[in-house]
């Protein structure tokens, strides 16, 4: 029996010193500090590039009209399909024509008056308040026939194509537009700029659209807005391209990119090997050395040459020329490691 209490008492001082041991390891573990990341560095220097700016849009219609009476009522009549082409002018609707035709015999009625009770003011018959009680009355009916009117009998205000069409003949109209009237022999497009530019561009600055539909060919635009605001959530700012489209080959709807020329600036251009991208997300940072430290720049791209891009913060000065640029080693930073800046 004591043989046996013996080596039980041994296999138990065995684990305890496994335990202990094992506790002071995880300790060490966690207080071991992680060692400064070895990486070279390259001196960022502004640099002079002639400079273009590729950006994406959607093409619109220059002009797109809802054609959407205010007055409700049964359609008497539709005059276009999707995909009619219709003249400024050109009729497209004739609403029921109860109200317009109860308003002409009231017009009417009243006009009549007005000529007998004008006839009596001027022989001194009936007081100047009647006249112009009269008259007031006459004015509103003339007003209220005009408006009935145009929203009765609904005519092109441009030149352009139907759309859309969302009734027919005898349906109730109430709400939903009845069709949709685009212009598309001229169209625009909305490019969001970068706020580092906004200087540089000007109403009036021409623009090169593309579309993959047609390789190797642009089309010529104008900017004719840009828009005075900046957004402060992605740091970029609009314009406005006017684009003639009198062969019709670019439509609504399609994707193009605008190429606008602005002239030779200063801006830092660095080894597009620097650059690194968030996974999950097209954004685009990269890491300069604050002092021993590594500090992360978000940041979007510009211009590329060769093997080398442009790029710009997306803070504004987050970074500039003299800071230095983590060329080798940044993949396996992140935001405040400990920096060993090797030749």
């Known amino acids: 029996m004591n043989k046996y209490f013996r080596i039980a008492a ?3 001082a065995v684990v305890s010193m496994t335990a202990c041991g094992g506790k002071g390891g995880d300790k060490a573990a966690t207080t071991t500090k992680k ?35 205010s007055v409700t009522g049964h359609i008497e009549h539709i005059y276009v399909e999707v995909g009619s082409r219709v003249q400024k002018g050109s009729m497209l609707v004739r609403m029921d024509q109860t109200q317009l035709n109860t308003t002409r015999i009231n017009l009417a009625s009243t006009k009549t ?83 580092t530019y906004f200087p540089l ?18 089309f010529p635009a104008t900017i004719e807005i840009v828009y005075p605001t900046v957004d402060p959530a992605s740091h970029t700012f609009q314009a406005k391209l006017n684009i003639p489209n009198s062969g019709e080959k670019i439509r609504p709807g399609m994707y193009v990119r605008a190429t606008l020329a602005i002239g030779e600036i200063d801006a830092i251009v660095v080894p597009y090997q620097s650059v690194l991208k968030l996974t999950g997300s ?9 002092g021993d430290q ?12 060769d093997d080398r ?32 800046i090797v030749e």
């Open 10 to 12: 041994i296999a138990l």
């Open 35 to 69: 060692e400064a990341e070895k990486v070279k560095v390259q001196v960022l220097e502004s640099e002079r590039i002639a400079k273009s700016l590729e950006l994406s849009s959607t093409l619109e219609g220059y002009e797109t009209m809802n054609i959407a009476p």
């Open 113 to 195: 008056e007005l000529d007998r009770v004008t006839a009596l003011k001027t022989s001194g018959s009936v007081s100047q308040q009647v006249y112009d009680q009269t008259k007031a009355g006459y004015d509103q009916l003339v007003e209220n026939e005009r408006f009935l009117n145009e929203n009765t009998f609904v005519k092109a205000q441009f030149a352009g194509v139907i759309s859309a069409k969302n009734y027919e003949d005898g349906e109730m109209y109430a709400g939903q537009p009845i069709l949709t009237l685009t212009q598309i022999s001229r169209l625009k497009a909305i490019i969001n700029i970068p706020e």
């Open 201 to 218: 561009v000007k109403t009036g600055m021409k623009v090169d659209i593309a579309s993959d539909i047609y390789p190797g060919k642009t």
């Open 282 to 290: 097209n954004d685009r940072y990269v890491f300069v050395a604050d």
């Open 294 to 305: 590594a500090r992360r720049v978000a940041v979007t791209l510009g211009q590329r040459f």
């Open 309 to 340: 891009i442009e790029v710009i913060p997306v803070e504004a000065g987050a970074i500039k020329a003299g800071d230095r640029l983590v060329v080798t080693g940044q993949a396996r930073l992140v935001d405040g490691d400990k920096l060993e």
